[in-house]
């Protein structure tokens, strides 16, 4: 599926369709331009007619196509799984509608069903959470993708360092679940305070990628972390 050039431009003969958003009276003005930019959206549109719960699907979507890290039969972790998006791209990359691989999403918030993928209501920083998950995959995981986020505060620095260290604890918990040659892949945010995150990541793993796929938004401080080709666990 193309992750790019089948949504509206917003402008037909020249003229600008784009949507515009008053501002409510109990809306913020933050909250008003992020409902605006929705609207407009191409990949947000997009998204509702290709029948993915998010625009994120696309993100996952083209980094796959670019690296080839879903494969049918794999066993995929999805971190932070609402509302959905990354879990259908992984169930439908790895054929768990066949039969032929495994996806569990795990989060903190109930998920409407997804066919094939076992979403669980769970805090993977749970001491017994590797076990778990363990236990309903039936083995090690072939990968462990993230497109968490913490809540933002609006203060750069600040958010940064969150979603960094949200992308630290989903390492750790990675590198407790994969199976040797696995991949681990998540979010984090440009401004290079990831370097401990970064070097931990080069010691576990052959090769450790940044990725911007076109799908986030151009003004969008968003990135990811690629890491592939999992040594193996190193602790006991």
């Known amino acids: 599926m193309s ?9 037909e003969g020249g003229r600008s369709l784009k949507t515009r958003v008053k501002t409510a009276a109990r809306r913020s003005n ?8 929705q609207l407009n959206d191409p990949y947000v549109a997009q998204a509702k007619r290709d029948g993915w719960r998010s625009r994120a699907a696309y993100k996952l979507l083209e980094m796959d196509e670019r690296y080839h890290l879903l494969r049918p039969g794999q066993r ?3 971190l932070g799984a609402a509302p959905g998006g990354w879990s259908q791209v992984a169930a439908k990359r790895c054929g768990v509608e066949t039969g032929k ?3 569990v999403g795990i989060d903190l918030l109930p998920i409407e069903p997804v066919p094939g993928v076992d979403f669980q209501i ?3 920083n749970d001491a017994d959470a590797p076990q ?3 236990s309903m995959l039936g083995s090690l995981a072939d990968g462990v993708i993230s497109d968490m986020a913490a809540n933002a505060t609006g203060h750069r620095q600040t958010d940064h360092l969150r979603i960094v260290a949200l992308a630290d604890m989903a390492a750790d ?3 407790d679940v994969l199976e040797t040659g696995g991949f681990f892949l998540a979010k984090v945010l440009q401004g290079g305070t990831e370097g401990q995150l970064l070097t931990r990541l080069k010691r576990d793993f052959a090769l450790v990628r940044h990725v911007k796929p076109k799908a986030s938004r151009a003004d969008s401080a968003e990135l990811y972390v690629l890491a592939t080709g999992f ?3 190193t602790r006991p």
């Open 30 to 37: 933050s909250s008003t331009r992020w409902l605006q930019r």
């Open 132 to 134: 778990r998950l363990q």
């Open 3 to 11: 992750t790019q050039g089948s949504g509206s431009s917003g402008r």
């Open 173 to 175: 918990f990675a590198c």
């Open 122 to 124: 769970m805090d993977f």
């Open 231 to 233: 040594r193996g666990r």
């Open 101 to 103: 691989g495994k996806v």
């Open 76 to 78: 995929i972790v999805d």
